[in-house]
């Protein structure tokens, strides 16, 4: 492993999900110094995970859109891009310095232009029981799949909603893994909201795929749909799985249950630096406020891909694309000549957006499963639970991050990832007020736990000395 061959670039790509690997693809192909920072053992993001190393051959076995990933991976390594994997950036500022921890050891490097490409999270899915050992996230389950070729074998149950919900049942079934019972928590309602956009979803790439997915799920697994409650529960392990649905109120034995219903942009890094966000009704998550090329508040740095907004891979792609070429028409104009036009990219963006706004509508998680009540754990961290927000805003917590002072709610390791939409919209709710209004925590750096080792191994210079020693 190494650290950063140079103390500034002219851009720095950080994260090599889709986004992150166009970006630095281009920019490197202009000819500008590209370092690409990616926290992963290897290239690919999510959506490409284990791209390069996958043990799953079979290409059918994770379908076609995954293996466009190998092309973005061949691309970026031809194209003369610095490329550190196992980097953790912990700080990013308004001067564009970056804190990576590579190996145990940490560096500041400088940029012209950042690039976050840091992609999205799994959105939090609160219920009773979701922290026993048993209860995974959907995409920890397919991590699992797409780098070792692990699936589940005993009695699993897949709650929620979304399209990769039905991607991963497809992808388990077409492994040899076996599936109890999907629970569909899409609102009724939500169908007939989503109407108004079915011309455009109708005639968009996701239209064929997701009905195709859901057909081939649907053979083979029980669905039960209009689920309303849901929890988990067991004795120090998951055994059973009860949900509401119809007026009827079931109770299955699970050995495991994945929760999913959606992703939201992964913020941290960009509110950590700074950058403007505002609250996505449609969405529900907040998005940071940025210009046609990805341009956010601060000068010098752009977000590219799902951190930008969800709005899928072919979408990510192109917002790589897009934010690297206007940092060459920044920095070197007479290069972007040589690029694609970015005409033809915002059309490209365009045509991999449509019907983004009907699975929005269609998916909108359901109030009672991202505001829970009583006892249901809220930050995983700290164990907060819900009953324990309402108490202390009652007695005078007004947002997040007065709720540090009453609960630690987002001091622990995942500093805010797992609960702060949570802690949001429960705190919100609560006081009458709108999510923009209530505010997300203040983050810092660093934004991922690193050690004090690594901390005191970054190298000093003469200033730093004469001001420890002056102190």
């Known amino acids: 492993m190494s650290t950063p061959k140079r103390e500034a670039y002219d851009v720095v790509v950080i994260g090599a999900g889709p986004a992150g690997l166009a970006a630095a693809a281009t920019a490197a192909e202009a000819g500008l110094s590209t370092l690409l920072l990616d926290e992963n053992a290897g290239p690919g ?3 490409f995970r284990a791209i390069a190393s996958t043990p799953v051959t079979e290409r059918a076995q994770l379908g076609a859109d995954y293996w466009v990933g190998a092309d973005l991976v061949k ?4 194209s003369g891009a610095e490329i550190i994997q196992r980097a953790t950036v912990w700080s990013l500022d308004r001067h564009i310095e970056i804190g990576v921890s590579v190996g145990g050891v940490s560096a500041f490097v400088k940029a012209r232009r950042v690039i976050l490409a840091t992609g999205a999270l799994e959105r939090p899915f609160p219920i009773p029981g979701w922290t026993l050992p048993g209860v995974m996230t959907a995409g920890a389950a397919q991590t699992m799949l797409k780098s070792s070729a692990l699936v589940p074998d005993g009695r699993t149950v897949i709650a929620g909603q979304g399209p990769l919900l039905w991607l991963l049942a497809a992808q388990i079934l077409r492994l040899g893994g076996r599936i109890g019972r999907i629970l569909d928590t899409t609102e009724r309602r939500n169908y007939l909201a989503a109407l108004p956009h079915a011309f455009a979803f109708l005639t968009s790439p996701y239209f064929a795929k997701g009905l195709a997915l859901m057909r081939e799920v649907r053979a083979k697994v029980p669905v039960v749909s209009g689920v309303g409650e849901l929890s988990a529960a067991g004795d120090g392990q998951l055994a059973t799985v009860t949900y509401l649905a119809g007026g009827r109120r079931e109770t299955m034995q699970a050995d495991l249950l994945l929760l999913h219903q959606g992703v ?3 913020v941290n890094l960009a509110m950590a630096a700074g ?32 951190g930008a907004g969800i709005g899928g891979a072919g979408a990510a792609v192109f917002r790589g694309y897009i934010a690297a ?7 070197v104009p007479a290069s972007a000549a040589k690029l694609t036009p970015m005409a033809e990219l915002r059309t490209g963006l365009v045509h991999a957006e ?3 706004a009907f699975l929005d509508t269609l998916f909108r998680p359901a109030p009672q499963f991202r505001i829970p009540s009583g006892d249901t754990v809220v930050c995983r961290c700290e164990e907060v639970t819900a009953k324990d927000i309402l108490e202390a805003v009652a007695i005078g917590a007004t947002g997040p991050n007065q709720l540090k002072a009453y609960r630690r709610t987002g001091m622990g390791p995942c500093q805010g990832r797992l609960c702060g939409l949570t ?10 007020k709108s999510p923009q209004e209530i505010g997300y925590y203040r983050l810092r750096a660093p934004v991922k736990p690193i050690t004090l080792a690594e901390l005191a191994a970054v190298a000093k210079t003469e200033d730093d000395v004469k001001a420890v020693v002056r102190g």
């Open 325 to 331: 070429r206007a940092a060459v028409e920044a920095l």
């Open 264 to 266: 939201v942009p992964n």
């Open 354 to 356: 449509r019907g983004r």
């Open 75 to 78: 691309a970026v390594r031809a």
């Open 275 to 306: 950058v403007e966000h505002r609250w996505d009704e449609s969405q529900l998550c907040w998005s940071p406020v940025l210009d046609q090329n990805g341009n956010s508040s601060i000068d010098g740095i752009a977000i590219a891909g799902d």
């Open 45 to 47: 993001g999510q959506v």
């Open 423 to 432: 802690v949001t919209e429960l705190m919100a709710e609560a006081r009458g």
